[in-house]
């Protein structure tokens, strides 16, 4: 019979799944800052790819001080993520629009890490990880301090900026020919 995993196994395996993610996102948040058309959208994403580095390196002062090599385990649900990522900044939307999405994007991904780092915490206060433990708590605070950033930037402005471009949209659709087919959608003539 196999010997069980223990909890130490499974946090290893969360470690190494966080640092394979945060090395994917310093890959995508330029990508994603050079999307933007918001100036501070822009700055927001520069910003947390600096922080997002930092995460690997205390990542790896994690393991180090556990003792382990430090390695990356691949993480798929962040690169679906990014993926869900890429195909929105394939889309042809205005730029307020996109901006909008780009949001929808990177709170995702803070999301995403904001479950996986308040697992890592708790998992290293329960095995009195406690240096493990201030450093994952540190990263954990600075994901959620990106998230209400990115939160803030919707609600001050993109989110009805976007708003306000659809409107123009759809008064300038309705403008158009009502009997031409491609202004008609779910029914309704725009």
């Given at each position: 019979m196999?010997?069980?995993g223990?909890?130490?196994?499974?946090?290893?395996?969360?470690?190494?799944?966080?640092?394979d993610a945060?090395?994917?996102?310093?890959k995508?948040?330029?990508?994603?800052?050079?999307a933007?058309?918001?100036?501070?959208?822009?700055?927001?994403?520069?910003s947390?790819?600096?922080e997002t580095?930092?995460?690997?390196?205390?990542?790896?002062q994690?393991?180090?001080?556990?003792?382990e090599?430090?390695?990356?385990?691949?993480?798929?649900?962040i690169?679906?993520?990014?993926?869900?990522?890429?195909?929105?900044?394939?889309?042809?939307?205005?730029?307020?629009?996109m901006?909008?999405c780009l949001?929808?994007?990177?709170?995702?991904?803070?999301?995403?890490?904001?479950?996986?780092?308040?697992?890592?915490?708790?998992?290293?206060k329960?095995?009195?990880?406690?240096d493990?433990?201030e450093?994952?708590?540190?990263?954990?605070?600075?994901?959620?301090?990106a998230?209400?950033?990115?939160?803030?930037l919707?609600e001050g402005?993109i989110n009805?900026?976007?708003?306000g471009?659809?409107?123009?949209s759809?008064?300038?659709?309705?403008k158009?020919?009502s009997?031409?087919?491609?202004?008609v959608?779910?029914?309704?003539?725009?």
């Amino acid at each position: 019979m196999a010997e069980s995993g223990t909890l130490h196994d499974a946090f290893l395996n969360e470690l190494r799944d966080a640092y394979d993610a945060e090395k994917q996102l310093t890959k995508a948040l330029p990508k994603m800052a050079k999307a933007a058309t918001s100036a501070v959208l822009r700055e927001a994403f520069e910003s947390h790819l600096e922080e997002t580095r930092g995460h690997v390196d205390r990542l790896e002062q994690v393991m180090q001080g556990l003792g382990e090599k430090v390695r990356g385990k691949h993480c798929d649900g962040i690169e679906g993520i990014i993926e869900e990522g890429k195909s929105v900044m394939e889309e042809d939307f205005d730029e307020t629009t996109m901006d909008a999405c780009l949001i929808a994007a990177g709170q995702r991904a803070e999301h995403y890490e904001m479950a996986a780092y308040g697992t890592l915490v708790a998992w290293a206060k329960a095995m009195q990880h406690t240096d493990a433990a201030e450093l994952l708590q540190e990263t954990l605070n600075e994901e959620k301090a990106a998230d209400e950033k990115l939160t803030s930037l919707a609600e001050g402005g993109i989110n009805q900026n976007a708003a306000g471009s659809e409107e123009g949209s759809d008064k300038e659709r309705a403008k158009g020919d009502s009997k031409d087919p491609s202004h008609v959608r779910a029914g309704h003539t725009k």
